[in-house]
């Protein structure tokens, strides 16, 4: 009978196995068959395949698929190029999910409770952690970039300064205001503006909340039981989610090839790094002040994360996220509330990024700025990060308005949308993280945290 320890072990093994290989074979000329070195990079796989199959964890065969998928990519590439039909087939049901979840919740948690001081309590609690997060990432993105130096002294060809831009919609102060309201609901959930759904479903809930009970109960019953369905439709989505994993990890590399890891990489490690020491210097601190058992909380977080990580998308993570903040001990209303506000104003991943690419953008111009220039740029980009990001293309929005503002040319801006998938799967999973642990600060702020369910939390639904 297969155990997981020795699978797991046999992975290990083969991989450190098959890495050492390969270095060997590229620094010291030694020219092994690539039928062999294919064979290779094939047997860890097929150990992590077996252990997948032990441990029957959705989150293992997601992390499965994401190393599969590199590797189908690098073999045939011709045929990955075909595969991203799969994870937007993904996306697209997924997205169905989203505002009848959204709302069955948020009415459901509103309405149920007729409490509408605390909808009010929760939302100032929401932006002032919202705030101070996303303002502590702006600085460590800041401090990153500065100490790596990204983007000093390359010498870019001249063709690569010629490049054009995808068009965008700038954005005005009006446009994000008004971008937060619905003037027509199906219209919203049509576009997927997660932002005016929740505005909408609020206000729903709280006239719920208003009508006598004769009138509230029943639909207080159907909010209740669509909420119910729509978890359950989720489990059966995220089924699928290994093999979009696979698909979109594939697609990625195959079409780009393995060389784009290298091909900017002081900008992608630095990122990536930075992105940790946010998690261990500002997340973590979080947790362990408020006493949050942090290895169940990352294993709560391990599965959203994951699929936002794969798929560059934060809307496919959200039904997972929102269904183990619940198991994980967070009350319902304050989960419908908190996850999907802070997708528009809780993107510590981008809002780091931001940070980071702004300065890359004049060192790669440059263009030598000053602290104080640098700081006047951070308090732009903190009130022009807040509220857009239901428009396309937000990043590159904000990134071409912090430009023009500062006198920046935006021809660097082009060279990093060439890793820009890279970058955005690390911020993705990090907006994620940041938002389910929003949920765990407001629900320990509400005093509603449920540590018996947290300390007991499992992956298993």
């Known amino acids: 009978m297969l155990r997981p320890k020795p699978l797991l072990a046999g992975f290990f093994i083969s991989f450190t196995l098959a890495a050492a290989i390969h270095v060997t074979s590229h620094y010291l000329a030694l020219q092994a068959p690539s039928w062999l070195l294919c064979a290779l990079r ?140 619905p003037e027509n609901i199906a219209k919203s959930v049509a576009e997927g503006n997660v932002l005016q759904i929740v505005v909408f479903s609020i206000l729903f809930g709280i006239a719920v909340a208003m009508v006598s009970e004769q009138y509230r109960a029943p639909m207080l019953r159907f909010t209740g039981s669509l909420t119910a369905v729509m978890f359950k439709f989720t489990n059966i989505i995220m089924l699928f989610a290994p093999f979009a994993v696979f698909s979109a990890i594939a697609y990625s590399v195959g079409h780009m090839g393995v060389q784009v890891l290298f091909n900017l990489f002081h900008l992608l490690a630095t990122l990536y790094i930075a992105l940790i020491v946010f998690f261990l210097l500002v997340f973590l601190p979080i947790m362990l002040m408020l006493k949050i058992p942090v290895r169940r909380f990352i294993r709560a977080i391990a599965e959203p994360a994951t699929i936002a990580f794969a798929t560059t998308s934060s809307e496919s993570a959200l039904p997972r996220a929102m269904e183990n903040m619940e198991r994980f001990g967070v009350p319902r209303k304050i989960v419908a509330f908190v996850i999907p506000t802070g997708y528009s104003f809780n993107l510590d991943g981008t809002t780091l990024y931001l940070a980071m690419a702004s300065i890359f953008v004049a060192n790669m111009a440059g263009v030598r700025l000053s602290f104080d220039t640098q700081i006047v740029m951070m308090v732009t980009l903190m009130l022009t990060s807040k509220g857009v990001a239901g428009v396309p293309r937000a990043s590159l929005v904000i990134l071409l308005g912090t430009a023009a503002s500062f006198g920046l040319p935006t021809w660097p801006i082009f060279i990093i949308l060439g890793i820009d998938e890279l970058m955005d799967m690390a911020r993705t999973a990090v907006n994620v993280i940041g938002n389910c642990l929003a949920t765990v600060v407001i629900a320990r702020w509400e005093g509603e945290f449920d540590d018996e369910a947290a300390k007991n939390f499992s992956q298993e639904a």
């Open 42 to 181: 094939w047997v860890p796989l097929v150990f992590y395949l077996l252990y997948a199959i032990v441990s029957k964890k959705l989150t293992t065969w997601i992390f499965l698929s994401m190393l599969a998928g590199v590797e189908f990519g690098y073999d045939l590439p011709a045929v990955a190029k075909e595969l991203n039909v799969v994870s937007q087939i993904f996306i697209h049901l997924v997205k169905t999910i989203i505002a009848p979840l959204l709302f069955g919740t948020l009415v459901t948690g509103i309405a149920g409770h007729a409490d509408l001081k605390q909808v009010g309590r929760m939302g100032w609690k929401s932006l002032v952690y919202f705030e101070i997060v996303s303002t502590i990432a702006l600085f460590i993105g800041l401090a990153a970039i500065n100490i790596s130096g990204a983007g000093l002294g390359i010498a870019v060809p001249p063709e690569m300064t010629g490049g054009t831009l995808p068009a965008v919609q700038p954005q005005t102060w009006h446009d994000i205001i008004l971008h937060i309201f």
